[in-house]
Antibody, heavy 115, light 111 residues
Framework: EVQLVESGGGLVQPGGSLRLSCAAS????????MTWARQVPGKGLELVAN????????QYVDSVKGRFTISRDNAKNSLYLQMNSLRDEDTAVYYC????????WGQGTLVTVSS | VVMTQSPLSLPVSLGQPASISCRSS???????????LNWFQQRPGQSPRRLIY???NRDSGVPDRFSGSGSGTDFTLRISRVEADDVGVYYC?????????FGPGTKLEIK
């Protein structure tokens, strides 16, 4: 059974940093693209970044380029999202999912950017 | 790529069919000839769950009441007989052109 468990969310001030983690199990982690997506509560979905199985390719949505960094540790079956220079508009529930096309999703972790 | 959906609100009686339309601003045909158009269901208080990938392929465990069709820029999700468990928001997502993008969502409710 595929399991994706996000952690690391919380309250942070504008301009601050946060690192999200996603622990994966139930599939061959290193063979899969992995994705971070976000959803403002009550609003729609947005893909933020994804990373190839071996970490050799990464893609970001324009609104987070230069501020967010996606990475993975295949030895630990873990995905990360380092978020710097956070803005109010980054407030959202952040989900990790496996596959380029969002095969399975975790339960999400809430990030609140507010002073 | 901008994804649009209609209707945005869909009241349906139990046991009746439902249909959601999704349109993309560009063709979603990938270089291998396939189209990366996915459908997701998000029940109240839950994470998104993918139902359909590559236009018409049902994910494991998805009831055969759900079906997807379409090509190019026009796609449709059909539910043959709506059940109470189907209440939620349905999103289409294109996975051909980065950044992959979602439609605004269609809220299905029981009439």
């Amino acid at each position: 059974e595929v399991q994706l468990v996000e952690s690391g969310g919380g309250l942070v001030q504008p301009g601050g940093s946060l690192r999200l983690s996603c622990a994966a199990s139930g599939f061959s982690f290193s063979s899969y693209w992995m994705t971070w997506a976000r959803q403002v509560p009550g609003k729609g979905l947005e893909l933020v970044a994804n990373i190839k199985g071996d970490g050799s390719e990464k893609q970001y949505v324009d609104s987070v380029k230069g501020r967010f960094t996606i990475s993975r540790d295949n030895a630990k079956n873990s995905l990360y999202l380092q978020m710097n220079s956070l803005r109010d508009e980054d407030t959202a529930v952040y989900y990790c999912s496996n596959g380029e096309q969002g095969d399975y999703w975790g339960q999400g972790t809430l990030v609140t950017v507010s002073s | 790529v901008v994804m649009t959906q209609s209707p945005l609100s869909l009241p349906v009686s139990l046991g009746q069919p439902a249909s959601i339309s999704c349109r993309s601003s560009q063709s979603l045909v990938y270089r291998d000839g396939s189209s990366n158009l996915n459908w997701f269901q998000q029940r109240p208080g839950q994470s998104p769950r993918r139902l359909i990938y590559k236009v018409s392929n049902r994910d494991s465990g998805v009831p055969d009441r759900f079906s997807g069709s379409g090509s190019g820029t026009d796609f449709t999700l059909r539910i043959s007989r709506v059940e109470a468990d189907d209440v939620g928001v349905y999103y289409c997502m294109q996975g051909t052109h980065w950044p992959y993008t979602f439609g605004p969502g269609t809220k299905l409710e029981i009439k």
